[in-house]
């Protein structure tokens, strides 16, 4: 069988980047080699996101560009995979005139009969969601730049049902993937030099790998992922506040290497538009876990989720936001406009009434928050000493390598002889509210 080319391009969370991995070594086999130029590829796939419709809009633009590929001699399969993949399924190809193959997160093992059918002229389509795949057995082929740091996926799936959210519909229902698996995989990757992994899923802390009349849950197999070496950071996400527990930061607090931070999407500080988004906390109750963590974990950095104007958010409900966000006093969080998705709880219940310019006033508001709290957080690590893991070389300067501190946060310093992959200890001397800056020592 002849080489053929693979191009795939990712948007959306990291769970996507992975799956791309799980892509490429499932491609792999069918004597694909993945390419970097899009103008030599045989086939090329976007795995795409529908978490906002910015996100499919995005993707669909991107597709009318690849029109231009199909105007060569060569034959040029373009295929769309992932969440929106799953979301739209065969309306993709009417829609999407461009397209031949498309294919949801549970199917990605299907793809090389999907590509034979395209191969004699038709269209390959599969979106059947699995209640027990998780590619469990495959080696995905990183695509990571630094060779530092690395995903491991541990669970798939999502049984939560927030009323706002596409996951559900587009990943399935949740499953645990085999521990032994996830050990296998995870010292490969420190074996090969690799010095940071983050264990993903969607509710990481929902997992629960069943065997006979034995149960591991989350809290157990971070404990075993941490003892592999010493030497591997663990990092995690997602937590959920309702089940992030105090045995799950004991553990973290036992083993240095469990990354000391803690990424709690709170969504809103209302407990009212919490309820409407079927959280199943309240304000009280996330209060009480950010307690929590910091008692056992007091030098934890806490990174959030924030969504404004959902349906009925009054402007008190979204003070209640900002006022949680002082009080917590985030290190980072990602922030969003909410976006109506189709089929969800919310769209089909709720009215999307907060006006689309008070959605943006209210966000900006929150970024400007985050702003001064981001700031606030890397001011008060100036004049303090961190043990660093170098990733690379910084984006601004050649003779500057960057690296995190066990906080996420990212750390700049001047070259000199340091490798990545190296733990070194940085004395921080200033910074930005995005980065910290400071000396090796
Ligand atoms: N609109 C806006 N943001 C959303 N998120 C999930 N669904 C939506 C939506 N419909 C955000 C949540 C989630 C993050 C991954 O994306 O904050 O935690
Ligand atoms: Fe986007 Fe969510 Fe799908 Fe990840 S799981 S790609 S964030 S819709």
């Not at 792999?28 to 976007?46: K, M, R, W």
């Not at 549970?106 to 209640?131: C, H, I, W």
């Not at 538009?273 to 309240?282: D, G, W």
Request: hydrophobic fraction near 35%; proline fraction near 3%.
């Amino acid at each position: 069988m002849s080489t053929r080319k693979l191009y795939i391009e990712t948007y959306g969370c990291q769970m996507n980047v992975l799956d791309s991995e799980v892509v490429a070594a499932i491609l792999q086999q069918q004597n694909y080699q993945l390419t970097g130029e899009l103008h030599e590829a045989d086939l090329v796939l976007v795995n795409t996101c529908s978490i906002r419709d910015n996100a499919e809009q995005r993707v669909r633009s991107r597709l009318q560009h690849f029109k231009g590929l199909k105007q060569g001699t060569r034959p040029v399969t373009v295929g769309v995979i992932g969440c929106m993949a799953e979301r739209l399924k065969e309306k993709l190809l009417e829609e999407e005139k461009v397209v031949d193959l498309v294919v949801g997160p549970d199917a990605y093992r299907e793809l090389p009969l999907l590509l034979q059918e395209v191969g004699s002229g038709q269209k390959g389509v599969n979106t059947l969601l699995s209640l027990e795949e998780t590619y469990g057995d495959i080696n995905p082929v990183r695509m990571d730049r630094n060779h530092v740091t690395s995903f491991v996926a541990i669970m798939r799936g999502c049984n939560n049902f927030c009323s706002y959210c596409v996951v559900p519909g587009t990943r399935g229902r949740e499953r645990s993937r085999d521990p032994e698996t996830i050990i296998r995989e995870t010292t490969e990757l420190f074996q090969r030099g690799y010095r940071e992994v983050t264990l993903l899923g969607q509710n990481v802390n929902s997992y629960r790998w069943k065997n006979g009349g034995n149960e591991l849950q989350f809290e157990k197999l971070l404990e075993r992922v941490a003892v592999i070496d010493p030497d591997l950071r663990v990092r995690f996400a997602t937590s959920h506040p309702k089940d992030m527990s105090d045995d799950l930061l004991k553990v973290m607090a036992a083993h240095p290497n469990l990354c000391r931070s803690v990424h709690l999407p709170v969504q809103s500080g209302s407990t009212e538009v919490l309820q409407r988004m079927k959280r199943r906390y309240t304000r009280e109750h996330y209060m009480d876990r950010i307690s929590a963590i910091r008692k056992y974990l007091p030098e934890a950095s806490i990174s959030t989720d924030i969504i404004t104007g959902f349906c009925g958010e009054t402007e008190a409900e979204h003070q209640q936001t900002l006022s949680l966000m002082k009080w917590v006093g985030y290190d980072f969080s990602y922030m969003f406009k909410y976006s109506e998705r189709p089929g969800t709880f919310a769209a089909e219940r709720y009215e999307d009434d907060v006006p689309d310019e008070i959605k943006t006033h209210r966000l900006n508001e929150v970024i400007d928050l985050q702003m001064r709290l981001s700031l606030e957080s890397k001011e008060r690590d100036v004049g303090r000493t961190f043990q660093v893991l170098v990733e690379g070389t910084s984006k601004k300067s050649d003779d500057h390598l960057y690296g995190r501190t066990s906080q996420n946060k990212v750390v700049v310093f001047p070259k000199r002889d340091i490798k990545r992959g190296d733990y070194i200890n940085i004395s921080v001397t200033d910074c930005t509210s995005a980065t910290l800056i400071g000396e090796v020592i």
